[in-house]
């Protein structure tokens, strides 16, 4: 127990280094998202008849109010007209402000209904700019960045313990 009590003490300045990156990926993520779906989740199709939501799949469908054509991405289904409802999951996934921008990049960081989010805002915009921004998001913050802070307890274990 003395071993691990002591580790956590070592590492501590090399997970401050660890944890700035982190925070500066987060950031430098966080404002790409921003520049590329910043306001993209306000809108939804919303049933002329008898105020239902629209949903493809189950899932939110996003709408620009300024596409009307049906046959095109962004628009609505016949019968349905597209209205600012706010943005889905109580308001918080988004990429409209810094605060709501980092919270959306750190969920996917942890994995946590990436590949949910990424499938339904791909149906939204059809290109895969999304795509990419995930992937990238996941290989080099879940996958990278995270390992280094393991990799730097395991370093700061082995020295203890020898």
Known sequence: MAGLVQTIFKSIPAMANIFLLFLF??????IIGMQLFGGDFL?????????SIYTYEGKD???KPEVTDPAKWHSCPVGYECVKVGNP????ANFDNMLFAMLKTFEL??????????????HYSNNYYYDIYSY??????????LNLMVAVQSDQLSDVLD
């Open 109 to 122: 960081i942890t994995l946590e209904g990436w590949s949910s989010f990424m499938y339904q805002v791909r």
């Open 25 to 30: 990926f987060i950031i430098v993520f966080s």
């Open 89 to 92: 999951d109580y308001g918080l």
């Open 43 to 51: 809108h939804q199709c919303k049933s002329i008849a008898d105020e």
């Open 136 to 145: 990238a998001v996941v290989i080099l913050g879940a996958f990278v960045v």
């Open 61 to 63: 469908y996003f709408c």
